[in-house]
């Protein structure tokens, strides 16, 4: 929409926005379950099946190869074809995988099985959260996007405990593990039944009469629908490469990509590092995962209020800095008193909050309605080739070289993410959907 009076852009948030932003928010619930409740199954895993350092790191990173496919194909196929068909089959696949999971009789068949989830989850990223954002006013655009990274941390947290309270069937547990992920998406299948197609994707594809008919469901009036963005225009692939798009997807791409390395190899072998600090008893290895899990999670609150107030530029250029110092404090000291190592880790933990509520939120607001779908495809794409390499060296890092030299490259990689957001960073905040996605 190109004007401030669509009602859309000033509408209140009614329940109709809060439904949306929690069947959404299920997707990167999922996400975090999925990678994270990995770690703790792999304490059984890797004796059952008798890893090595390389099946122990594929089948930790084989759902990011998958979610690097999902998100690039299926992104484009949403723009194509629409939110709203999609919006629930990807579930069903989430599903389907989560149970067969539990009968993989080696490493192989597993990684492959979650390569195969991971296609779905990432399929759901750029379905989902394009759906939000163009339902979104822009008032509270950034707190319902912001919302769904908030969902992520509470699907990693929820995961830890339920994994290491599945501990106590004993052995065998893993296999309950990694199918309980199917409880969640079933719910979510049948909470996002009759959802309305995106009243924006219907313009673009000249479908007039029925994005009418779904602001009228939605909002009882289509009275605006002239001022809105053109209409007719195509879905072109290479939009993102093009001009200022080009500048936009690749600090898309690298912040989220900066992002989530540290994050997701803490997730997905949180108990390998807090063995590593010499937290080696399994309630201690527990107690010390949970805390920075807890603070990943809480991370995201100050962040959404400050999304607000000082804006998306600010707060993700400081929240950078801030992480970086974070873990270079546990690189330096790896070897220190462990209230040092810990304080460090949530010092990082917290801060990741600022990017990672913007990791939904600038894709969502920087490119157009035709290409917005591909573009959180090819953002997802992009930042799950550094976390798969990220998290299938973390074992080969952690037995050759040692837990403060890996994290000084985390620190490394996080201050380049402070360096690359003050050359590229853009302010969205207060604009409109079609202001915030033109490139002057």
């Known amino acids: 929409m190109s004007t401030k009076h669509s009602v859309v852009e000033n509408a209140p948030l009614t329940s109709f926005h809060k439904r949306l932003t929690l069947y959404t928010s299920g997707g990167p619930f999922l996400d975090g379950y999925i990678l994270s409740i990995i ?31 999902g998100g690039l194909v299926f992104g484009y196929v949403t723009d194509l074809i629409g939110r709203h068909v999609m919006y629930t089959i990807d579930l069903v696949v989430i599903m389907i995988f989560s149970v067969w999971q539990a009968f993989a009789d080696g490493p192989l068949e597993l990684s492959i099985l979650r390569f195969l989830l991971g296609i779905a989850v990432g399929a759901d990223y750029p379905i989902a ?47 309950w593990m990694l199918a309980s992920s199917a409880l969640p998406a079933f719910i979510l299948i049948f909470m996002r039944k009759g959802t309305p197609e995106s009243p924006r994707w219907l313009l673009k594809k000249n479908r007039i009469r029925e994005a009418r008919e779904v602001l009228q469901e939605v909002y009882g009036t289509d009275a605006d629908i002239h001022k809105w963005e053109a209409q007719g225009k195509k879905t072109r692939f290479n939009k993102l490469f093009q001009g200022g798009y080009l500048i936009r997807t690749t600090y898309i791409g690298l912040f989220w990509m900066i992002t989530i390395i540290p994050s997701f190899a803490i997730y997905t072998f949180g108990p390998e590092i807090m063995e590593s600090i010499n937290l080696n008893k399994p309630e201690l290895s527990f107690i010390g995962t949970a805390v920075i899990s807890f603070f990943f999670f809480i991370g995201n609150i100050p962040a959404l209020l400050l ?25 330096l000291f790896p070897k220190g008193p462990i209230w040092i190592t810990i304080i460090g880790f949530v010092i990082y933990a917290f801060f990741t909050g600022g990017p990672s509520v913007l990791t939904w939120i600038y894709p969502n607001e920087l490119f157009p309605t035709e290409v917005r779908a591909t573009a959180v495809g090819v953002a997802t794409a992009i930042s799950r080739v550094g976390s798969f390499i990220g998290t299938f060296l973390l074992p080969y ?20 993410g402070v360096l690359i957001s003050i050359a590229w960073a853009p302010e969205t905040k207060g604009k409109t959907l079609a202001e915030a996605s033109t490139v002057e």
């Open 307 to 331: 999304l607000y107030k000082i804006g998306r530029r600010p707060l993700i250029i400081v929240s950078f800095l801030v992480m970086a110092l974070g873990l270079l404090l546990v690189g």
């Open 129 to 175: 959260t394009s759906l939000l954002a163009e339902f979104a006013p822009r008032k509270h655009r950034g707190g319902m996007l912001g919302v769904l990274q908030a969902s992520w941390y509470l699907g990693a947290l929820v995961a830890y405990l339920v994994g290491y309270l599945l501990l106590l069937l004993g052995s065998g547990a893993w296999r």
């Open 39 to 69: 770690g703790v199954a792999l304490t059984q895993i890797e004796p059952e099946f008798h890893l090595n350092a390389f099946w122990t790191g594929m089948i930790g990173a084989s759902t990011l190869v998958g979610f690097f496919l």
């Open 397 to 416: 890092a952690l037995r050759s070289i040692g837990i403060g030299p890996t994290v000084l490259i985390g620190a490394g990689l996080t201050f380049i």
